[in-house]
């Protein structure tokens, strides 16, 4: 994920609108027309290309021919890449000058064609559309280098597509929500214009990195729910090649574009690739490709044809409550509770998810101790608590020693806990405990847990005179369950407890929590 950069225009509304492109020239020559008309001069524009657009040969012997000498003669097959989760792979063909001068990585670039001069992408963006949009080039951090950033490669996302599908949604999410933080952008809405994903599309498979982008987006939207806060997050869905082709239950608009194809025309014009598309009569097959269907550019790059097409779907936040801590404070909940000598704070030192996550500690002072953040929920008699929590260290000792991560409660009694807690047999284990009418009931786990380790930790609980139960899962494997129970004796679960809500005779403690999130059915890890 590269730096992002702040840049406040005072003209501008507070709402982001994000335009995701898989190559250097996705967004100028499918989504361009509509950015003109709707948004820019309107909103606050983050420009997001994913790959490194190094990887087309007939590109690369057109621009470093020596008649025109516009990049280096640096052109490599078989080149080694090293995938987000550190394995390599042979990506192909590859061109470190083509990506440099196409992606304005280390400078800005430019050659002349003619009566027209031809620009990386970012150089492109701020000559043809606004300095102020925020441009970001997408890169991974590198598994061996923690002070080193990877390209995602172009032409080589589909290698390892569920590494890189997962990853790329992750860093997404991240840079959208470091630039609406940054900037103070909205978080109740959000406009984002991408490649369609699969779930969307016949034709997403129009080019594997359209492809997997379009998915990576899609999971993007997830995380930017469950994990940052976000509202909703209205998108635009688009292929490149041809108008989209809408599965069942989708449904394509077309944005009438006529009064901005000159505009649309003269950003195409400025394509690093323009000329070689334009020139290089045995190699034209994209620029066929988005000249020769319902008149979608009907002559690249001059006449863009008179509309772009679309799938417009709104995504919601799922009913419920989620928070990240990305806000760097608790402001999400209600209040914090701590008994003397505990402390509760938000900070960076160690995430899950994000820059943030929220740390709790108690001293050992011993007998009953607590600290936790407290979130009030309308009253549910059907409830799953997620949350995703590291243990640096467990002041568990002695056996019947416990802390809880996760307390539900009905009004001002506590019905349901999840935490660890070391049996009678001296073992460490997980523990589920739920109210059956008055009584509390118990069970634990087969498996014992670790230290210094993220656990995805999920409660449910469900209230019934004789059908109540209690559920908990870790990292999505049910390890604890109690049926057929009175749950119902307390009513309604009306409030949310996380951190280390309840601490029985334990010594000093300390325990990280992220990405919680309250809702009405099963929620799960992360993907």
């Given at each position: 994920?590269?730096?992002?950069?702040?840049?406040?225009?005072?003209?501008?509304?507070?709402?982001?609108?994000?335009?995701?492109?898989?190559?250097?020239?996705?967004?100028?020559?499918?989504?361009?027309?509509?950015?003109?008309?709707?948004?820019?001069?309107?909103?606050?524009?983050?420009?997001?290309?994913?790959?490194?657009?190094?990887?087309?040969?007939?590109?690369?012997?057109?621009?470093?021919?020596p008649v025109r000498g516009w990049i280096e003669q640096d052109g490599l097959y078989d080149v080694e890449w090293v995938a987000p989760d550190g394995?390599?792979?042979?990506?192909?063909?590859?061109?470190?000058?083509?990506?440099?001068?196409?992606?304005?990585?280390?400078?800005?670039?430019?050659?002349?064609?003619?009566?027209?001069?031809?620009?990386?992408?970012?150089?492109?963006?701020?000559?043809?559309?606004?300095?102020?949009?925020?441009?970001?080039?997408?890169?991974?951090?590198?598994?061996?280098?923690?002070?080193?950033?990877?390209?995602?490669?172009?032409?080589?996302?589909?290698?390892?597509?569920?590494?890189?599908?997962?990853?790329?949604?992750?860093?997404?999410?991240?840079?959208?929500?470091?630039?609406?933080?940054?900037?103070?952008?909205?978080?109740?809405?959000?406009?984002?214009?991408?490649?369609?994903?699969?779930?969307?599309?016949?034709?997403?498979?129009?080019?594997?990195?359209?492809?997997?982008?379009?998915?990576?987006?899609?999971k993007a939207i997830d995380y930017l729910h469950t994990s940052y806060g976000f509202g909703l997050v209205s998108v635009n869905w688009y292929t490149?090649?041809?108008?989209?082709?809408?599965?069942?239950?989708?449904?394509?608009?077309?944005?009438?574009?006529?009064?901005?194809?000159?505009?649309?025309?003269?950003?195409?014009?400025?394509?690093?690739?323009?000329?070689?598309?334009?020139?290089?009569?045995?190699?034209?097959?994209?620029?066929?490709?988005?000249?020769?269907?319902?008149?979608?550019?009907?002559?690249?790059?001059?006449?863009?044809?008179?509309?772009?097409?679309?799938?417009?779907?709104?995504?919601?936040?799922?009913?419920?409550?989620?928070?990240?801590?990305?806000?760097?404070?608790?402001?999400?909940?209600?209040?914090?509770?701590?008994?003397?000598?505990?402390?509760?704070?938000?900070?960076?030192?160690?995430?899950?998810?994000?820059?943030?996550?929220?740390?709790?500690?108690?001293?050992?002072?011993?007998?009953?101790?607590?600290?936790?953040?407290?979130?009030?929920?309308?009253?549910?008699?059907?409830?799953?608590?997620?949350?995703?929590?590291?243990?640096?260290?467990?002041?568990?000792?002695?056996?019947?020693?416990?802390?809880?991560?996760?307390?539900?409660?009905?009004?001002?009694?506590?019905?349901?806990?999840?935490?660890?807690?070391?049996?009678?047999?001296?073992?460490?284990?997980?523990?589920?405990?739920?109210?059956?009418?008055?009584?509390?009931?118990?069970?634990?786990?087969?498996?014992?847990?670790?230290?210094?380790?993220?656990?995805?930790?999920?409660?449910?609980?469900?209230?019934?005179?004789?059908?109540?139960?209690?559920?908990?899962?870790?990292?999505?494997?049910?390890?604890?369950?109690?049926?057929?129970?009175?749950?119902?004796?307390?009513?309604?679960?009306?409030?949310?407890?996380?951190?280390?809500?309840?601490?029985?005779?334990?010594?000093?403690?300390?325990?990280?929590?992220?990405?919680?999130?309250?809702?009405?059915?099963y929620i799960g890890p992360e993907a």
């Amino acid at each position: 994920m590269s730096a992002l950069v702040v840049q406040v225009n005072a003209s501008l509304d507070s709402t982001l609108v994000v335009y995701i492109g898989a190559h250097p020239d996705d967004i100028d020559i499918g989504m361009s027309g509509s950015l003109y008309k709707d948004n820019v001069n309107n909103h606050p524009i983050l420009w997001i290309v994913v790959t490194d657009g190094g990887a087309d040969e007939g590109e690369y012997y057109f621009d470093s021919d020596p008649v025109r000498g516009w990049i280096e003669q640096d052109g490599l097959y078989d080149v080694e890449w090293v995938a987000p989760d550190g394995s390599k792979f042979n990506r192909g063909f590859y061109s470190e000058d083509l990506a440099r001068k196409r992606c304005g990585i280390g400078g800005s670039y430019q050659h002349d064609y003619g009566s027209l001069i031809e620009y990386d992408w970012k150089t492109r963006v701020d000559v043809k559309v606004a300095t102020s949009v925020i441009k970001n080039q997408m890169s991974y951090d590198d598994p061996f280098d923690p002070t080193h950033e990877i390209l995602y490669p172009d032409a080589g996302l589909g290698v390892k597509e569920s590494i890189y599908t997962r990853q790329l949604a992750k860093d997404l999410a991240e840079v959208i929500k470091e630039t609406v933080r940054s900037n103070g952008y909205r978080f109740d809405l959000l406009y984002i214009n991408s490649h369609a994903p699969t779930e969307v599309a016949e034709n997403a498979y129009e080019h594997k990195d359209h492809k997997i982008t379009g998915n990576a987006v899609r999971k993007a939207i997830d995380y930017l729910h469950t994990s940052y806060g976000f509202g909703l997050v209205s998108v635009n869905w688009y292929t490149i090649y041809n108008p989209i082709k809408p599965k069942p239950g989708y449904t394509r608009y077309q944005e009438d574009i006529s009064m901005y194809k000159s505009m649309k025309s003269d950003l195409c014009k400025a394509v690093w690739e323009t000329a070689y598309m334009d020139e290089d009569t045995d190699n034209m097959d994209r620029a066929k490709k988005v000249s020769d269907t319902e008149g979608y550019w009907n002559d690249y790059p001059n006449d863009p044809g008179d509309y772009e097409y679309a799938v417009h779907v709104d995504y919601q936040m799922a009913a419920g409550f989620q928070d990240g801590f990305e806000s760097g404070s608790f402001s999400a909940w209600n209040s914090l509770a701590r008994s003397s000598g505990e402390t509760a704070s938000v900070v960076t030192t160690l995430a899950h998810h994000g820059k943030y996550s929220a740390k709790f500690t108690s001293n050992g002072g011993g007998g009953s101790e607590y600290t936790y953040c407290r979130k009030d929920i309308p009253s549910s008699a059907d409830v799953y608590l997620r949350g995703y929590f590291y243990v640096e260290r467990s002041g568990i000792v002695e056996n019947g020693d416990r802390f809880n991560f996760i307390v539900l409660n009905a009004g001002g009694n506590k019905v349901a806990y999840a935490g660890w807690r070391k049996n009678n047999n001296g073992v460490l284990k997980w523990c589920l405990m739920i109210r059956s009418g008055t009584t509390s009931v118990i069970v634990y786990s087969k498996s014992s847990p670790s230290l210094e380790r993220w656990y995805c930790i999920e409660l449910h609980w469900k209230k019934g005179t004789t059908t109540g139960l209690g559920e908990l899962w870790v990292d999505g494997v049910q390890v604890c369950s109690l049926t057929g129970k009175d749950t119902a004796y307390y009513g309604d679960a009306t409030q949310v407890r996380m951190g280390l809500p309840l601490m029985y005779y334990c010594s000093s403690t300390t325990v990280y929590s992220d990405c919680i999130s309250v809702r009405s059915s099963y929620i799960g890890p992360e993907a």
